[in-house]
Each structure stands twice: as structure tokens, then as C-alpha cells.
């Protein structure tokens, strides 16, 4: 949601060459005053890898004296009596704190980096040194020498020996704590990008803690100078926020662009210097922008929106709901050539761009397919209605009656990949459940995606309006509507592990899927071999890249002693499928070893593994799988039912492919996804997984007083009286 400046302004530090970063004492220490070995490490290895991409980087940190206080504490401790320390304890003086601490901390950045065969350097300095221009000019050409030979020059304030005492903003104007010395170097050593990491995500309007607080996306003098409120500075360090938005304000008006994010998050700083719309933005010429839109307001009004049009949806009659899906239907058949021809124009552009055959699969429009989803449309429009359904009735007490009933979650958001048949299914389904909907398709079916958008939002009714069903387009939409816990109330993300799991860490929304798909085919001794040979074909080749092909095929190996194993596996070869191994199959039948027995191919390809029993395969289904559909081949009925019952997972099969795990299959009339989570839904989610349940109390006038005039009968009533 940002002006043109603002994201030409974040791709251009993706071309940003000389970086500093600043680390905050509460980023590099834990609350204790220890150093925070995990965040510590992240930002190294970001780091390395910022080195391996040809940018040079110059580390200013905090944290010396939080961990030389914390040590001088201890020592304190072990030398004083307990009668003494029934006494108040002074505060240590800061000085030591920084003499001792800036050891520890400098030993472990070497530490760390030199697990990355990356040299650091400390160069300590104080307010005095910049007063002499012999320094500066030195200054400048030593650390030129180190970023040539890929040393990351590490500064930080010589707080043991500065003169200087609080308050530290001083008359002397140079700097007066690391946010402001980073801004400094960044002047004198000409980058080309200054990143001040907090413990907090950006700048606020108000403290974070606030929950009407929102966060900015770019910084504008004349809007936001007089209306941020800050809260209380950091728990540890000098300056907090408003320390860090001086030094920000410094350094993006000498022309090097500053962001403020996030250094508790391992990606941040990596995101930020890849154009990603992350923390706030500092720039020169940011007055030049349109205000950007603060995360609450773009965002929050498409969702809100998607939120009041499904409660108008809700209530409208059964028939009424139902007709609004009969004329989506419609409305696809009748548009179909323009799907068809913005759906090439898509495919030839993933063609030009190379896509890898997989995604190109998912991404073509087959023909009759605009005809088969409007009837998988008219299907869901024909099934029950599900809005206020009773679950169940029971008498509380006399003329006290509660009612269950099946109500929508309220607005969703799903993320799916290059496969612009889901929008139309995706979209039934949140009609039929009465929930609102925002839609983020892959970037390679983005004219796809925005015609089939156009063709429902138009089919729909003027009192529901068009903006129940909302289409994403842009990455940096989908981190604004993360945001939003409080408006919508479902993430759905079906895509890669990566996608799954970046949402899951950057969201405090619930969120439903699975992060692969690595589905098992068991053939038992006692399976039927020509059944076999049917299944795991189709299995594998019916569509190698849904989630539900069969990516590893496990064999008893009794049937490799009957040569029924030599048979089956020359049968997928025949067909054009390639094989890898486990260990026991690859020195049994000459295959490559696999990659990884976790390894979802989405390809002609598959991973053979032998097993010697049932228990096995078991034990590897739960141990390389990934919970979502995992079969048994075999005549031995005693064996099927303990494998149904024994596999943990989404779905289990026995004597059947497991591509029939599907939501059309199952009956569901489509899905919006497979989830392998186990709360709210599992398996194929079909409307009843868009459902929550409410309660609905009718009474006579009874009060609860402490229950002295309630006589409860808890009694059971009809589901309709």
C-alpha cells in the first residue's frame, strides 16, 4: 500500500552497497543482562550473507555495558556477606560496566564469525575523536582497508575512558550514544544505507503496547513530527525510540536512507535490504510522497470492508445466499474467453520466464475447466445451508433454553499459489459459509487471478457488495494484513514451507495448512500386486504436482525376495518416473540415493524405500512424512485396520490412491486447502472447516443470584421444537 516514491525508495536498497547496521543492547542481550546467543548468531549469519552478496557491512553495537553490569553484579555477589546484603546495593557506575563488558561481547562476535570465515575488528571511539579531522580522515581509510579485505569493522562508543557523563546529549552536537554515532559514520564513511535495529518493528504512532497503535511504514516530518507519542524508552541502553528517530531524522537528511526495524527477528535486516516493506523508512525525500498509509488504514479498510459485507451476507435468506453463488457460476461461463485469454497471456509470460514445468501445470487453464468449476459452484449452491444451523438444544432450566449453532469464522485470508482455479472454488466456499474473503494468487497468474476476481466481485449483490471477496497484489499487502488480529480471523497460506512458515512467524492470527505434502504409499506383503501397480501409478502421475501425489513408495521386503519389488519398480521406470533411494533400496536395486526421505519432488520423480514389516513403515510415515495422506496397498484387512488406525495423519488410505485426499472427491464441493494442523480443522477443509460455533440463550426473565433460585435440569431438547 505505498506511493511510488516510497517503493522505489525500498528497491533501491536492494542495490545498496556499503551498509551500517546498529544492534541495541536489548537486541544482543536477554533480560538478564546475558547475551542473547541466538539473536546474536542471526545477525551474524545475516551478515555473512550480505558479505557473499558483494555488500560491505560496518556493525555499530551496543550491549557492553548491560553485560559488564551483569558480570561486575555477580562478582559483587560472590564477595559480599549475606549480612551485607541484606543491605541496599548502589547501582554499579556504568564506566567499569563498559570496560569489562566490551570484552565478553567483542570475544563473541570473533566467535561467531569466524564460524563464517568472516573477520571483525573492534574500533572503539569517543565524542572527542571526531573533533580532530587527521582522525577522521584516517578513520575513513582504515576501515576502507578492512572492507577490502572482507573484515566487518565493529564500533562502539569507548564508554570506559569517555569523559563524557549523562545526560549524554551534550554541547558538543557529534554524537551522544550509538544510535547517533551510527548516524555519524554513516555521514563520514559515504553509505549507502543505515539500519538501526530495536526490539521493536518500527516506528509507532503510539507505543506498541497501545493497541490502537499503528505502525509507520516511512517517516514524513510534516505529517508525523507532532502526532507520534512515544512510551517509555528500552529496558536496557540509553536511548529508545526517540533516540533512534533523531539519529534516523540526521542521517537521512545528509542523504543516506535509514530504516528502523526489528532485530528480534531473524529476516528483518535481510528483508529490509532486499526492498521489502519492513520497519520504518527515513528519506530525503520522503516530503516529496504521498503520506504513506499507515498499517491500520489501507489494509485495515479492505478487511473491514470483507468484515461488514459477510455480516450483510449472513443475513440474507438461505435462498437469497444461495442465488448469489448460481449467479457467480453464471457469471464464469458467460466470461469465459476474457479468463481464457488473460489466463495465456499469463502461461506465455511463465513460459518466456522459465517457470519449472510444476508450477507451469498449476498455472494453465485446461479446457472446459471455467465449465467444470462453475458446476462444482452450482454443487456447494445446492448443499445445505450451514449459517445458523442447530447443533444442539438443552433445557438450562425452566423456560431457559440454549441452543448450539454453526456460525462463520468472519473474514479470511488466503495466500495460494500460481493456480488460478483455486480463486473460484476458494470464493464459493466463503460465500456458502457466509465469511469474508481477501485472496493473494501467485505473482505468475496475476492477470488471471485479477479477471476472476473482476467476474465475481461483479456477480455479486448491491446489498452484500463487491467487497466481500478482496484481491491482494502485492507482497507487501500481505505484511500489512498480518497485522490485523483483530479484523481478520483465518490466515490460510498454501504454498511452499517456506511461504507456511514465514506466515506462521509473522502473524499472531490463526493460521490452517501445511507446509508440504510428502505422501507415503505402503505396498504390504499381502497386497494384491496388479491392484498395486494401478495405484502407485496413478498416485504419482495422475498430477505430480498436487500435494497429494505419492512422493515416496515404501515395499515390504518379502517382496523383493518374490522379485514383485524388481517388477513394481521397473513399471515406474517404464512410465517415465524417476527413482531415488533410501539406503536399503538403493543397494538392493542400483538407485541414486534420495536427496532427503522428506522430500516433496512435485515431479515424475519419487523416493523408494524397502521396509522389513508394517511397524516400519510406520515408524518412517511418522518419521519422514509430513501428516497429510499416506496409504497401505494389502489384502490383509487385520493389517489395513491397524495401519488406519496406528498412521498420524490427515488422511489414511487403504487400497486406493491417495489423490483421491480431496475436497471435490470427498464431496465437499471444493476446498480452500489440506490442513494438517489438528485444531479446527484436518484434511481436505471444506465449508464445515470455515465454521465456528455460537450460543443463543432465550429466557424468561432469569437472573443468576448466586444460583439460590435456579433449579437446573441440564435436559436434552429436539433440535427443532
Known amino acids: ?29 536477554r533480560p538478564d543482562g546475558r547475551l542473547a546467543l541466538g539473536r546474536m548468531g542471526s545477525l551474524c549469519e545475516a551478515i555473512e550473507a550480505l558479505l557473499a552478496d558483494g555488500r560491505e557491512v560496518i556493525l555499530v553495537t551496543s550491549g557492553a555495558i548491560g553485560v559488564g553490569r551483569h558480570k561486575l553484579r555477580f562478582q559483587r555477589f560472590m564477595r559480599t556477606s549475606f549480612k551485607d546484603l541484606q543491605r541496599p546495593q548502589g547501582e554499579i557506575d556504568g564506566k567499569p560496566c563498559a570496560g569489562i563488558g566490551q570484552g565478553e561481547l567483542m570475544a563473541l562476535y570473533e566467535s561467531l564469525f569466524n564460524q563464517m570465515d568472516v573477520g571483525c575488528a573492534q574500533l ?45 546529549k551534550d554541547a558538543t552536537g557529534i554524537f551522544w550514544d550509538n544510535d547517533s554515532l551510527a548516524a555519524l559514520l554513516s555521514l563520514e564513511l559515504q553509505a549507502d544505507a543505515l539500519v538501526l535495529l530495536s526490539d521493536i518493528e518500527g516506528l509507532h504512532t503510539k507505543p506498541p503496547s497501545d493497541p490502537d497503535s499503528e505502525l509507520i511504514h516511512t517517516y514524513v516530518k510534516s505529517a508525523h513530527e507532532d502526532s507520534i507519542k512515544f512510551g517509555e524508552k528500552s529496558r536496557v541502553g540509553r536511548g529508545g525510540m526517540t533516540a533512534k528517530v533523531e539519529a534516523a531524522i540526521h542521517s537521512s537528511g ?28 527515513f528519506h530525503k525525500d520522503a516530503h516529496l510522497w504521498a503520506v504513506a498509509k499507515t498499517v491500520k488504514s489501507a489494509a485495515r479498510d479492505m478487511a473491514v470492508a470483507a468484515r461488514d459485507s459477510s455480516r450483510r451476507l449472513q443475513a440474507m435468506s438461505t435462498e437469497k445466499r444461495k442465488q448469489v453463488l448460481l449467479d457467480v457460476a453464471d457469471a464464469l461461463v458467460k466470461r469465459e474467453a476474457e479468463i481464457i485469454e488473460q489466463n495465456a497471456h499469463d502461461v506465455r509470460t511463465a ?73 473460484p472454488q476458494i470464493a464459493a466456499l466463503a460465500i456458502r459459509s457466509g465469511n469474508g474473503l481477501l485472496l493473494k494468487g501467485g505473482k505468475e497468474a496475476l ?32 505484511s500489512d494484513l498480518l497485522k490485523l488480529d483483530d479484523v481478520i480471523d483465518l490466515v490460510i497460506p ?66 523383493v525376495k518374490s522379485g ?22 538403493a543397494s538392493a536395486f542400483s538407485l541414486p540415493v534420495a536427496p532427503d526421505l522428506h522430500h516433496e519432488y512435485g515431479a515424475l520423480e519419487c523416493t523408494v524405500e524397502i521396509v522389513p514389516d508394517m511397524e516400519a513403515a510406520i515408524q518412517h510415515i511418522h518419521s519422514h512424512g509430513s501428516a497429510h495422506t499416506d496409504a497401505i496397498l494389502t489384502e490383509d484387512k487385520e493389517a489395513a485396520e491397524k495401519f488406519l488406525a496406528s498412521v498420524d495423519s490427515a488422511v489414511v488410505v487403504h ?43 432465550r429466557g424468561a426473565g432469569q437472573v443468576v443470584n448466586k444460583d439460590k433460585d435456579v433449579i437446573y435440569t441440564h435436559k436434552a431438547l429436539p433440535l427443532k421444537d
Open 447 to 478: 492477470n488471471s487471478n485479477r479477471i476472476i476476481h473482476e467476474v465475481i466481485a461483479s456477480a455479486l449483490p448491491a446489498e452484500v457488495g463487491p467487497s466481500l471477496i478482496g484481491l491482494v497484489t502485492t507482497r507487501d499487502d500481505i
Open 564 to 585: 514383485a519389488a524388481a517388477e513394481l519398480i521397473q513399471e515406474l521406470k517404464d512410465n517415465g518416473i524417476v527413482l531415488y533411494a533410501g539406503k536399503t533400496a
Open 254 to 281: 545528509g542523504g543516506v536512507p535509514t530504516v528502523i526495524a526489528s532485530g528480534l527477528s531473524s529476516d528483518a535486516l535481510l528483508r529490509v535490504l532486499a526492498g521489502e516493506m519492513v520497519g520504518t523508512l
Open 655 to 697: 487400497n486406493a490412491s491417495t489423490r483421491f485426499s480431496d475436497g471435490f472427491r470427498f464431496g465437499l464441493g471444493a476446498e480452500v486447502g489440506i490442513s494438517t494442523s489438528r485444531i479446527h480443522a484436518r484434511g481436505p477443509v471444506g465449508v464445515e472447516g470455515l465454521l465456528t460455533t455460537r450460543w443463543l440463550l
Open 1 to 29: 500500500m505505498s506511493s511510488p516514491g516510497e517503493a522505489a525508495a525500498r528497491q533501491a536498497l536492494k542495490g545498496a552497497r556499503r551498509i551500517v547496521i546498529k544492534v541495541g543492547t536489548a537486541v544482543v542481550t
Open 124 to 168: 572503539l571511539v569517543t565524542e572527542r575523536d571526531f573533533d580532530n579531522l587527521e582522525f577522521r580522515n584516517q578513520l575513513r581509510s582504515t576501515v576502507s582497508s578492512l572492507l577490502d579485505h572482507r573484515v566487518v569493522p565493529v564500533f562502539n562508543e569507548n564508554d570506559a575512558i569517555s569523559t563524557r557523563r549523562a545526560p549524554y
Open 494 to 559: 498454501r504454498g511452499s514451507n517456506a511461504l507456511v512458515n514465514h506466515i506462521k512467524s509473522n502473524t499472531k492470527i490463526a493460521v490452517l495448512g501445511h507446509a508440504d505434502g510428502v505422501c507415503h504409499v505402503y505396498v504390504d506383503r499381502a497386497a494384491n500386486l496388479r491392484m498395486a501397480k494401478r495405484i502407485v501409478l496413478d498416485a504419482k502421475m495422475d498430477y505430480p504436482a498436487a500435494c497429494n501425489a505419492m512422493e515416496t513408495l515404501l515395499i515390504h521386503d518379502d517382496l
Open 351 to 423: 513460459e518466456i520466464n522459465g517457470i519449472v514445468p510444476a508450477l507451469l501445470q498449476r498455472l494453465k487453464l485446461k479446457p472446459n475447466r471455467i465449465q467444470q468449476l462453475a458446476e462444482g459452484i452450482r454443487a456447494i449452491a445446492e448443499m445445505p445451508d450451514p449459517i445458523a444451523e442447530t447443533l444442539a438444544r438443552t433445557q438450562l432450566a425452566e423456560g431457559l433454553d440454549l441452543e448450539k449453532q454453526r456460525w462463520p469464522l468472519g473474514v479470511l485470508l488466503v495466500i495460494f499459489e500460481a493456480r488460478p482455479d483455486a480463486m
